[in-house]
């Protein structure tokens, strides 16, 4: 095996098993298509979202952070981001091609499952109310994977607002038509929400840490 593959391996066995180590980077060497035994420093930073899901699926908790950065650095990608993705929602079809979209981006920055069902699921229930009650709308989506890991999403539209949000926010509006529904549960998918509406349109803001 070649150096960066024993870089690379000797930083995941300081996490997790030497057998699991080692079939986590292989397995991260034959998704890019690479050979594990000429792996280059280029190879090495193809590999980094693959490792990065692997170390946040398997290795403790507590020293994921550290495992990220060590591998970051390897890498040579710790301070990479994805550009923002600017998506425009004006028929039913856009709102699967959107979720599809933020589960790629999720992907490029090695997001684990679990946050990766959360934003496709809050890209998805946003871009759906824009379609439903406001005529179309703007979805952005942007990530970064350095030491702040986040994937960030933002709906706009020019709809006519939300007149009882407060009571849409706290659960307690019924609707036959399913109106606020998705509102409430981006809320609750997010680790940071914001929300503002009027008469000239509705804007979210949600945030997801990796």
């Keep these: 095996m070649e150096a960066e593959f024993e870089k690379a391996l ?14 986590m980077l292989l397995r991260a060497v034959q998704q890019q298509g690479l050979d594990a035994g000429g792996l280059t420093r280029d190879g090495l930073k193809r590999c980094g979202p693959s490792l990065r899901r692997g170390i946040a699926l398997f290795v403790d908790a507590s020293r994921q952070e550290a ?17 923002t993705i600017v998506l425009h929602i004006t028929a039913e079809s856009d709102i699967g091609k959107a979720r599809a979209e933020a589960r790629r981006i999720c992907d490029a920055v090695g997001a684990n499952p679990f946050a990766m069902q959360k934003v496709a699921t809050i890209v998805s229930e946003l871009a759906r109310n824009m379609v439903l009650y406001a005529g179309g709308g703007i979805v952005e989506i ?23 949000l407060q009571e849409v926010l ?17 809320k609750r998918l997010a680790d ?3 929300v503002s509406t009027g008469k000239d349109g509705t804007r979210v803001v949600a945030e997801v840490a990796l």
């Design 10 to 23: 000797a930083v995941l066995q300081r996490y997790i098993s030497p057998v699991n180590a080692r079939s």
């Design 67 to 83: 495992a990220l950065q060590e591998i970051g650095k390897l890498c040579g990608n710790e301070h990479d981001t994805v550009d």
């Design 142 to 164: 942007s990530s970064a994977n350095g030491q702040s890991r986040r994937v960030m999403i933002t709906g706009s539209d020019h709809g006519p607002g939300i007149p009882n």
């Design 170 to 186: 706290s659960g307690r509006y019924k609707s036959r038509t399913g109106l606020g529904r998705g509102l409430l549960g981006t």
């Design 192 to 194: 940071r929400f914001d």
